[in-house]
């Protein structure tokens, strides 16, 4: 079993930045890809950032390339997403997902991918 614990939401205004931070704990060794989604009210559960849990490349969804940074920090079990200049239309609860099967065809931003999800965590954004 992995456990994924998000923290770091919050009200910001436009143009403000966070930091969401993501603990793993359990069978970490066990994890080979890791992601952040988020879902707004009323709609479908999005992807937004992620990439293999042991580094490389890590892929964005378009609405936040330039302006959302994740990166790991494997020593201590976490992944960060820094957002910058944040809009009204990042209100959502952001979600970690992880998923512990390796894969050859591993799809970052498909939801169906990932066996283990954090309880997210609300970001807000005022206009």
């Known amino acids: 079993q992995v456990h994924l614990v998000e923290s770091g939401g919050g009200l910001v205004q436009t143009g403000g930045s966070l930091r969401l931070s993501c603990a793993a704990s359990g069978r970490t060794f066990s994890i080979f890809g890791i992601a952040w989604f988020r879902q707004a009210p009323g709609k479908e559960r999005e992807f937004v950032a992620g990439?293999?849990?042991?580094?490389?490349?890590?892929y964005y969804a378009d609405s936040v390339k330039g302006r959302f940074t994740m990166s790991r920090d494997n020593a201590n079990n976490t992944v960060y997403l820094q957002m910058n200049s944040l809009k009204p239309e990042d209100t959502a609860v952001y979600y970690c997902?992880?998923?512990?099967?390796?894969?050859?065809?591993?799809?970052?931003?498909?939801?169906?991918?990932?066996?283990?999800w954090g309880q997210g965590t609300q970001v807000t954004v005022s206009s």
């Open positions: 990439g293999l849990w042991s580094g490389g490349s890590t």
């Open positions: 997902a992880a998923r512990e099967r390796r894969s050859t065809s591993y799809n970052v931003g498909t939801r169906n991918e990932y066996n283990y």
